[in-house]
């Protein structure tokens, strides 16, 4: 979820929320794919908002601009 720091799972037909994973000091997870030898673990990408000049300075967005795994 881009500017939620997490990354979700809803259902398509219902429209609910069936999981939520917050992810610590990331505010812009960007992209997900899922991997590993049995695919049980999801690789995440974060960003910036290249668009927002206070962007660089977010203290709180310390994982900008990388990928690691869950």
């Not at 500017?3 to 069936?18: A, E, F, Y």
């Amino acid at each position: 979820m881009y500017n939620g720091g997490r990354i979700v799972q809803i259902d398509t037909q219902t429209k609910q929320l069936l999981l939520s994973i917050s992810i610590p000091n990331v505010l812009r997870t960007t992209s997900l794919t899922f991997g590993g030898k049995n695919f049980d673990e999801i690789y995440v990408t974060t960003g910036r908002d290249k668009t927002n000049p206070t962007d660089n300075n977010n203290r709180m967005d310390d994982k900008r601009n990388e990928s690691f795994s869950i």
